[in-house]
């Protein structure tokens, strides 16, 4: 049980968020109104995303370096997790946007971005299943892995802030921070987003020793 | 499957808004806190998570034993 402090901790996270994100106070704003509320559930789903990439890419450098296939392993369930969140955040902002900007794809930048960043790590999924010999399938996936971080990072944070964009702080949007982010909102969403990331953290783990049990029974 | 998806698009999507405006301008549910019922929300989403999290430390344990198998 002492190993699982964490564990523990992301799953009283989350279900805080839920009850102090629905009954907590928020600012009152036009055209949001309550739907403002969906920051506390919609946006922990992109950084769980992009920590769950990060966690990816670190193995996949580990694995470069140690050839160890365990490293080669948590790469992918890392991503296979991280993909996951990923549509989420997609559909959850399809839901959001319907009621805010007036379409479910208003072809804002960033969202415009995030699917081609969610289509690239589903390519690495492809690239990874059509390679047969175990070696070059880590090897080559870990390449993969290690140019795909960079790019959905530009695609994600920098891009939609060089143009308009209808998200809060892209493109001369002011940002949550600067008019709506006070500290009664701050006290849900950082601890929603830590919660969600150990979340996600735990599921790609759990998926990673499954794993590593079936290639031990296939060996 | 096609048609599953359709119908959950049309839920999502469909369902009605209202654009009553109250007195002090921006229009929060006010109401539907005041009556109360939005703690039977609360609690059917905290039920839900509550079953997804106890089923995630299920299949924890279930892992664990099979590795202390192996």
Redesign the interface.
């Known amino acids: 049980m002492k190993e699982?402090w964490w564990?523990i901790l992301a799953?009283v996270l989350?279900?805080y968020s839920?009850?102090a994100g629905?009954?907590g106070e928020?600012p009152?704003?036009?055209i949001l109104?309550?739907s403002i509320r969906n920051l506390y559930f919609h946006v922990p789903m992109w950084f769980s995303m992009v920590i769950l990439y990060l966690i990816s890419v670190i193995y996949s450098v580990k694995y470069l370096s140690s050839g160890n296939e365990n490293h080669d392993l948590k790469s992918v369930e890392y991503v296979n997790a991280g993909v996951v969140f990923g549509f989420l955040g997609l559909a959850t902002g399809m839901?959001w946007g319907?009621?805010t900007w007036g379409s479910?794809w208003p072809n804002d930048p960033k969202m415009n971005s995030s699917a081609i960043s969610t289509l690239m790590y589903l390519a690495y999924i492809v690239l990874r299943n059509s390679l047969e010999e175990e070696q070059k399938r880590a090897k080559i996936s870990a390449v993969y892995n290690i140019f795909a971080f960079p790019i959905m990072i530009v695609l994600l944070f920098i891009l939609p802030r060089m143009t308009d964009s209808l998200h809060p702080g892209n493109g001369g949007n002011p940002g949550f921070s600067s008019y709506d982010l006070d500290s009664r909102m701050r006290g849900v969403f950082y601890p929603a987003c830590l919660g969600w990331i150990l979340?996600g953290v735990?599921?790609a783990d759990?998926q990673f020793?499954?794993r590593k049990?079936q290639n031990?029974?296939l060996n | 499957m096609r048609k599953y998806i359709a119908a959950i698009y049309l839920l999502l999507f469909t369902a009605g808004t209202s654009f009553a405006q109250s007195d002090s301008g921006v229009e929060m549910a006010d109401g539907m806190r005041s009556s109360g019922k939005i703690y039977v929300v609360v609690a059917v989403i905290v039920l839900i998570l509550l079953a997804l999290i106890a089923y995630l430390f299920s299949i924890d344990r279930k892992v664990k034993k099979l590795e202390q198998k192996n």
């Open positions: 699982n564990k799953s989350v279900l839920a009850i629905f009954l928020v009152q704003l036009p109104h309550e839901i319907n009621y479910p979340l735990w599921i759990l020793r499954i049990l031990k029974q």
